[in-house]
């Protein structure tokens, strides 16, 4: 019960509640569109999804500067790759939010003239560069970890036990593949940070690539990624070990 009030106290936290309740409506109304009894239901979803997603612009409103403060802090980084995609994300993300918060007041009617599908198509198109460069990341880190974990002596004699005791694996997929995915599932297991992150961002991405156009899917695909997502980032702020740093 103290870490739900701890989490439930932040505005990250209810963010996340919030975000989870928005895609889970979406998926829901998706899966009930062709019942005609639900019709009412459906209509009471969309109102849900409508407030939610209203409510989460209001909990970003300040979040631009946030964004640009940690832009500051990894320009910092030691690392160039990590400083660059860390940098680049943390900029996209706050010209995201600067893009949230005209639509937002937009919505309550304090900048009424705007274009709002121009600004929710750049919202759209800065959020899909702050997941690429995260994702990019993500890679990058997991490569690393790949290297280090050849590297090992340890680590080279427990493959060499895996390929042994399934030969039967080995000559059906390839060795060197085998090989490969077994490595890639040992370093994201000793990373499980790494690994929740990397799962977090391929299912948010989904969200920008639709409303974009650039790979259609629909509402269902939408709803059920930012649902994935968005229960991985109650994970990660209920436990901040599976955060992944920097």
């Known amino acids: 019960m103290e870490s739900f009030v701890k989490f439930t106290n932040q505005s990250q936290g209810r963010d ?6 928005q895609y889970a409506c979406a998926l829901v109304k998706y899966l009930l569109r062709n019942n005609s009894a639900r019709k009412e239901l459906v209509v009471k979803l969309q109102s849900l999804e409508s ?21 500051k802090r990894t320009l910092q980084l030691s690392d160039p790759v ?15 939010f600067i ?29 899909f560069l702050s997941l690429v460069m995260s994702l990019t990341r993500d890679v990058y880190v997991i490569t690393r970890t790949m290297v280090q974990r050849t590297r090992d002596r340890q680590f080279q004699q427990k493959m060499d036990q895996h390929l042994n005791d399934n030969p039967d694996v080995a000559t059906v ?14 370093s994201l297991k000793s990373h499980p940070s ?10 948010d991405i989904f969200i920008p690539l ?6 259609r899917s629909n509402p269902g695909v939408v709803g059920f990624c930012g649902l994935i997502s968005s229960l991985l980032g109650i994970v990660s702020v209920l ?7 920097p």
């Not at 997929?173 to 040992?186: K, T």
């Not at 639709?210 to 790979?215: P, Q, S």
């Not at 436990?239 to 740093?245: A, R």
Request: charge should be positive; glycine fraction near 4%; include cysteine.
């Open 173 to 186: 997929i390839v060795p060197q593949l085998d090989a490969f995915l077994f490595l890639l599932f040992e």
């Open 16 to 21: 996340r509640i919030f975000r989870t309740t």
């Open 210 to 215: 639709d409303r974009l156009g650039v790979y």
């Open 51 to 71: 407030n939610m997603s209203s409510g989460r612009k209001l909990f970003r409103l300040g979040n631009t500067v946030n964004a640009i403060d940690a832009a």
């Open 239 to 245: 436990h901040p070990s599976l955060k992944i740093q």
């Open 82 to 96: 990590l400083r660059l995609c860390l940098t680049v994300a943390n900029l996209n993300r706050a010209l995201y």
């Open 99 to 127: 893009c949230d918060n005209v639509l937002w007041a937009r919505n309550v009617g304090l900048v009424p003239g705007i274009d709002k599908e121009r600004w929710s198509l750049n919202a759209s198109c800065c959020y």
């Open 194 to 203: 790494v690994a929740l992150d990397t799962l977090k961002n391929i299912c």
